[in-house]
């Protein structure tokens, strides 16, 4: 018989294990020809105010963000990821509007992008479902927010 800190620790492993198993999945695009000058014009003219609405005032500085990525290719990947990928206690973002325009923004400057392909049955059914706002689901946004701000950054010609 196991003692419980052992199957405590050892679910939390397997957790682990998933979650990198789904990452591994999702991650299959590379975003390096895309066209970083058209997305970062569609980020300022619709997918920021988008992001604004879904926080309501809730200011993306209220929670702590050590989000960072590399160059405009890394960026879109993690945006890709946080958006279209369903974490724990925020299950789907991809409905909410500014996914929406994110996933066409995507599709028309990625050449071959057409959406996250998550292949996998579990994830679609949770995908169906439209999130409740949580407060899990605004600290994702807070940080698709701060990865935005910094493609629009460094993506300046
Ligand atoms: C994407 O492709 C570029 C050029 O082919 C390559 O240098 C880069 O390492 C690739 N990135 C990833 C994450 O695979
Ligand atoms: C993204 O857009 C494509 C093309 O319009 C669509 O087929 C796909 O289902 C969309 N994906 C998501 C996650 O909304
Ligand atoms: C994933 O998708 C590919 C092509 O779309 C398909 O051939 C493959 O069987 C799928 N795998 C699973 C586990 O659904």
């Known amino acids: 018989i196991l003692p419980d800190a052992l199957l405590f620790v050892l679910s939390v492993f397997f957790r682990k294990i998933f979650i990198l ?3 591994g999945l999702v991650l299959t695009y590379n975003f390096t020809d895309c066209d970083f000058e058209k997305i ?3 980020y300022q003219e619709v997918i920021y105010q988008a992001l604004n609405k879904y926080m309501n005032g809730v200011k993306s500085t209220e929670f702590n963000n050590y989000i960072y990525c590399e ?3 890394d960026c879109l990947a993690k945006i890709d990821l946080i958006t279209f990928y369903p ?3 925020c299950t789907t973002l991809a409905k909410e509007i500014f996914a929406i325009r994110t996933n066409a ?3 028309l400057q990625c ?7 998550i292949n996998n049955t579990q994830a679609k059914k949770k995908r169906k479902k439209r999130q409740v706002t949580t407060n899990k689901c605004r600290k994702q946004v807070s940080h698709l927010m701060e ?3 910094r493609f629009s950054r460094i993506s300046k010609q």
């Open 21 to 23: 198993q789904l990452v």
């Open 71 to 73: 160059d405009p290719p």
């Open 40 to 42: 970062r014009k569609k």
């Open 111 to 117: 050449p071959g992008y057409s959406g996250t392909q």
């Open 105 to 107: 923004t995507l599709t």
């Open 147 to 149: 990865l935005w701000r």
């Open 87 to 89: 974490t724990h206690g």
